[in-house]
């Protein structure tokens, strides 16, 4: 079946515009992660959504970052006003469950963000 | 907080030989999950093994195993008979049993990865 897909693969911005990554989880995962793929950082969780419960937004780096979840299945990262930190690859991951054995996360192939 | 360590930045290997990756991780619960990851240039992130540390096994998938030693905190990852194809950053994860927050959250958290060469 179709993996985690994300979009744009690529995207190149200029400091202070705002952009939007986009990702679909596999069909029936209830559970999707944001992390964010840095150089010297390493991957950092950013945002954790469940079902239709409240998303666990602790990760996120600052106010310019929020993120959304429509229906149970699509979500979008927002970063407003970009500065040139928030350069990386975002990463998007979703699995079956949140706990127990199927809980394994499966990864899309990143949006990586350019801010110039 | 529980923390990953991947000591060596990059590794190489000759093909069709051994090469083992160190991981180290730092946590007081006794049971959690221990992940391998493969990110080839393609920046897709593969899923290679994965342990239960409730599970005393250790756990195999084809060519790739692991050497989990629980008490010393220690989760390796051993490719035999290496190819051209397992070229790629190798990072290794760890996953609480239980949420890190109020909202239920599980990531997972990361070692710094690791770089495999393979040498035809």
Known sequence: G???SQSPSNKVTEKGKDVELRCDPISGHTALYWYRQSLGQGLEFLIYFQGNSAPDKSGLPSDRFSAERT????S???IQRTQQE??????????LTATGDTDTQYFGPGTRLTVL | AQTVTQSQPEMSVQEAETVTL??????SES????FWYKQPPSRQMILVIRQEAYKQQNA???RFSVNFQKAAKSFSLKISDSQLGDAAMYFCAYRSPRPYSGAGSYQLTFGKG????VIP
Do not use: F, M, P, Q
């Open chain 1, 2 to 4: 179709a993996g985690v």
């Open chain 2, 114 to 117: 690791t770089k495999l060469s």
């Open chain 1, 76 to 78: 979008t990262l927002t």
């Open chain 1, 86 to 95: 928030d350069s990386a690859v975002y990463l998007c991951a979703s699995s």
């Open chain 1, 71 to 74: 229906g149970g299945s699509v």
């Open chain 2, 31 to 34: 049971d959690y999950y221990l």
């Open chain 2, 60 to 62: 195999t998938e084809n």
């Open chain 2, 22 to 27: 160190s991981c180290t991780y730092d946590t």
